[in-house]
């Protein structure tokens, strides 16, 4: 079975500072890893995913992530964040085999202040 | 437009009036799953289904049903709801490695 540590629940940062927000997982067999973005009072939407190859994946508004296989880790980063990146932002992991199942963290909460 | 459509979107209800939050998609996918998602605690699976007639619990599936008599929709049903079912539902179709979520349910339950 697979879970998935998001290790700060809130990160407040300032407008135009750099922000990483942290994700680790664990588990048994090989995984894909997702990060979801929800604004507020909004759905689910994809920033990003990484399934193989190059270990650096770059997604929608600017974040990139990076895996790290043997720190078992996938962070997000964003040179340069803006007031409209404040949303609640969630790692999530599958495993590569039969399961299309995705256990998600319990969500980091962004606030970009001005 | 590939598409995942709950209803209703919004709800509130009484505890013990049975309720049913339907979903449907249009991608003609095997893979259909059901997330409550709570403050603090992330998305949780409710149930899944790997193809019509087949379903199976997830992880939190205490007061809650399913069913998949056909591939396009799998509704959720709450039989008797009470209000520690207050959530926001998402529902999810997928196949290999993308995945289409609703745009979410709230529902409340007094």
């Known amino acids: 079975a697979q879970s998935v540590t998001q290790l700060d629940s809130q990160v407040p940062v300032f407008e135009e500072a750099p922000v990483e927000l942290r994700c680790n997982y664990s588990s048994s067999v090989s995984v894909y890893l997702f990060w979801y973005v929800q604004y507020p009072n909004q759905g689910l939407q994809l920033l990003l995913k990484?399934?193989?190859?190059?270990?650096l994946v770059k997604g929608i508004n600017g974040f990139e992530a990076e895996f790290n296989k043997s720190q078992t880790s996938f962070h997000l980063r964003k040179p340069s964040v803006h007031i409209s990146d404040t949303a609640e932002y969630f790692c999530?992991?599958?495993?590569?085999?039969?399961?299309?199942?995705?256990?998600f963290g319990k969500g980091t909460k962004l606030t970009v202040n001005p | 437009e590939a598409q995942v459509t709950q209803n209703p979107r919004y709800l509130i209800t009484v505890t013990g009036k049975k309720l049913t939050v339907t979903c449907s998609q249009n991608?003609?996918?095997?893979?259909m799953s059901w997330y409550r998602q709570d403050p603090g605690l992330g998305l949780r699976q409710i149930y899944y289904s790997m193809n019509v007639e087949v379903t199976d619990k997830g992880d939190v599936p205490e007061g809650y049903k399913v069913s998949r008599k056909e591939k396009r929709n799998f509704p959720l049903i709450l039989e008797s709801p009470s209000p520690n079912q207050t959530s926001l539902y998402f529902c999810?179709?997928?196949?290999?490695?993308?995945?289409?979520f609703g745009e979410g349910s709230w529902l409340t339950v007094v």
């Open positions: 991608m003609n996918h095997e893979y």
């Open positions: 990484y399934l193989s190859g190059s270990t």
């Open positions: 999530a992991v599958r495993d590569q085999g039969g399961s299309e199942k995705l256990v």
């Open positions: 999810a179709s997928s196949s290999r490695n993308t995945i289409y």
